[in-house]
């Protein structure tokens, strides 16, 4: 059995999403990765127009949810048919996510179960595979390998909320080098 590890929202302005998240849900603060480069991305089968090189520049926001992780997502640039994949739109869930050990066994499980593949990506240790909702769910999913970050992330959000003062709600997830 598959267990949620985090669910996203697409929203239009990151900065103030965080704020609101903070103010109203008392969530945070958020860890915040601006503009997120990809080492690979191959679209899916669902994709009919490919552009090359890949548009998707979009940041992303993540804290600690009592036992999950939510993400904000905010999109700078986004080919066509990856947005209408994706579903994005402002205030709208733009998926869930689970961790698993074989990220190619799951990504075939949910093909079957009518999940069409939209694209697989890398971005440093992390190694994802996005599906169309199918009959599942109304927005897509979004399936992770297993590996050290994905598994930290959960723990080092809530260490950060246990230290957390109410200010600085955006943190940058990796420290200026």
Same mark, same amino acid.
């Given at each position: 059995?598959?267990?949620?590890?985090?669910?996203?929202?697409?929203?239009?302005?990151?900065?103030?999403?965080?704020?609101?998240?903070?103010?109203?849900?008392?969530?945070?603060?958020?860890?915040?990765?601006?503009?997120?480069? !990809?080492?690979? !991305?191959?679209?899916?089968?669902?994709?009919?127009?490919?552009?090359?090189?890949?548009? !998707?520049?979009?940041?992303?926001?993540?804290?600690?949810?009592?036992?999950?992780?939510?993400?904000?997502?905010?999109?700078?640039?986004?080919?066509?048919?990856?947005?209408?994949?994706?579903?994005?739109?402002?205030?709208?869930?733009?998926?869930?996510?689970?961790?698993?050990?074989?990220?190619?066994?799951?990504?075939?499980?949910?093909?079957?179960?009518?999940?069409?593949?939209?694209?697989?990506?890398?971005?440093?240790?992390?190694?994802?595979?996005?599906?169309?909702?199918?009959?599942? !769910?109304?927005?897509?999913?979004?399936?992770?390998?297993?590996?050290?970050?994905?598994?930290?992330?959960?723990?080092?959000?809530?260490?950060?909320?246990?230290?957390?003062?109410?200010?600085?709600?955006?943190?940058?997830?990796?420290?200026?080098?």
């Amino acid at each position: 059995m598959t267990t949620l590890h985090h669910i996203g929202y697409w929203v239009d302005d990151l900065e103030a999403a965080v704020a609101r998240a903070a103010r109203d849900l008392g969530i945070g603060p958020f860890l915040v990765h601006d503009h997120i480069t !990809f080492d690979s !991305f191959e679209y899916g089968p669902s994709i009919a127009s490919r552009p090359d090189p890949v548009v !998707f520049d979009h940041s992303a926001a993540f804290a600690a949810w009592g036992p999950l992780v939510v993400e904000l997502g905010q999109v700078h640039a986004i080919d066509p048919g990856l947005a209408a994949a994706y579903g994005v739109a402002p205030g709208v869930v733009s998926h869930v996510s689970w961790i698993v050990d074989d990220l190619a066994t799951e990504a075939q499980r949910l093909t079957d179960l009518g999940c069409r593949l939209i694209n697989t990506a890398r971005t440093g240790p992390i190694h994802v595979s996005w599906h169309t909702g199918g009959d599942l !769910f109304p927005h897509p999913i979004e399936v992770h390998e297993a590996n050290p970050a994905i598994l930290g992330m959960h723990p080092r959000l809530c260490a950060l909320m246990a230290s957390w003062d109410g200010h600085e709600l955006m943190q940058p997830m990796r420290p200026a080098s």
